[in-house]
């Protein structure tokens, strides 16, 4: 091995002779010599796994070692690497096919998830319309309700409210006669049967009073 970079002219010169070991130029040529002998690095020992030079093979400590050149051992282990190299693309593969087949699950899951996002979404609007509308089919049947069990009371008590002022009438009037002093005066007065019947339709208003009291009971409201 020439320990000098050549141009091609001179390179021809070094390639045509067998002593010559060529490779490629390097700037860390110490690393191409033994440590120990400062020879270059021909050959590699295969039980000790490192380089070694002429001297460490036929005089050092790896005297009587399986060695193999450089170019050998170096083969073999790109031959190795390449196995290794092939196996990972291998591997590697067959990530990507399950990365693939994941990513294509996920896909159909997520279509799945927005199109049962939809049906239920629509579901719950269509619940929500139709409870509205029993809402307010329950609200306007309560209002119907309390109407017609209003309307006879509102009428019941518009007669009462009249009565009562009959009464009140009658009650001045018999206040009026009480205070009077002339006794002439108190028999002589007119209509006074009138004042004192005071038991006349009395049966009917409380049979009335009573239908209208039960009719207006929390019963209908659950019905």
């Known amino acids: 091995m020439c320990e000098a ?10 390639s045509k002779s067998p002593e010559h070991v060529l490779c490629d130029p390097t700037t860390s040529l110490k690393d191409r010599k033994c440590s120990i002998h400062k020879k270059i690095l021909e050959y ?3 039980e000790d796994s490192t ?17 193999e050149t450089l170019e050998e051992a170096s083969e073999m282990k790109k031959k190795k690497l390449r196995n290794v190299l092939q196996k990972l693309m291998t591997e590697r593969e067959e990530m990507e096919k399950r990365v693939q ?23 719950f609007r269509d619940l929500r319309r139709r409870l509205e509308d029993l809402e307010k089919r329950v609200l306007r049947d309560i209002s119907g309700w309390a109407e017609r069990v209003s309307r006879p009371m509102l009428d019941y008590i518009r007669d009462l409210e009249i009565k ?29 049967g009138d004042l004192c019947d005071t038991e006349d339709g009395d049966d009917e208003d409380r049979e009335r009073h009573e239908n209208l ?10 019905g």
Do not use: F, W
């Not at 970079?5 to 070094?14: A, G």
């Not at 087949?101 to 629509?122: F, H, N």
């Not at 009562?164 to 007065?189: A, G, H, W, Y």
């Not at 009291?213 to 659950?222: A, E, I, R, S």
């Open 164 to 192: 009562k002022e009959e009464l009140s009438r009658k009650m001045r009037d018999i206040e009026e006669l009480c205070n009077m002093t002339d006794p002439l005066t108190v028999l002589q007065e007119s209509d006074t």
């Open 101 to 123: 087949s994941l990513q294509e699950r996920r896909r159909k899951v997520q279509g799945k998830a927005d199109d049962e996002t939809k049906r239920v979404t629509a579901l």
């Open 213 to 222: 009291l039960h009719d207006g009971g929390d019963g209908d409201v659950g």
């Open 44 to 46: 590699y020992c295969t």
């Open 51 to 67: 380089c070694i030079c002429v001297s460490c093979r036929l005089d050092g400590e790896h005297r009587g070692h399986q060695v």
């Open 5 to 14: 970079s050549l141009c091609d002219n001179h390179l021809r010169v070094h």
